[in-house]
């Protein structure tokens, strides 16, 4: 099974300058753990202290929200994720 996680610039030097990576796994978590056992820091500019993804970074399955159930969420083969994050100003 294999699954691209789109990785965009403020989360792409983290993982070698790769723009896009497929993996495998069964939920978005375990997409994320496989990338970040192969790019290490990577799941640390997603996750708060509790392990929890940060408020500022939404993670989208297919283009659709995977709020609430972020981590948890299943995958199957061909999926796409894309983790983006949050701007904020004014």
């Known amino acids: ?7 965009y610039p403020w989360l792409s030097q983290a993982a070698g300058g790769q723009k896009a990576i497929d993996v495998t796994g069964n939920t978005i978590g375990e997409c994320l753990n496989k990338i970040d056992a192969e790019h290490p820091g990577v799941k640390e500019r ?3 202290k509790e392990g929890n993804i940060k ?8 283009g ?5 159930e972020e981590l948890s969420k299943p995958v199957k083969d061909g999926d796409e994720i894309s983790i983006l994050l ?3 100003g004014g």
């Not at 099974?1 to 990785?7: A, C, E, P, R, Y």
């Not at 408020?55 to 297919?62: A, C, R």
């Not at 659709?64 to 609430?68: D, Q, S, V």
Request: charged share 10%.
């Open 46 to 48: 997603l996750l708060n």
């Open 1 to 7: 099974m294999s699954v691209k996680v789109n990785l």
């Open 64 to 68: 659709e929200n995977a709020y609430p």
């Open 55 to 62: 408020s500022y970074v939404l993670i989208l399955l297919n």
């Open 86 to 88: 949050f701007a904020d």
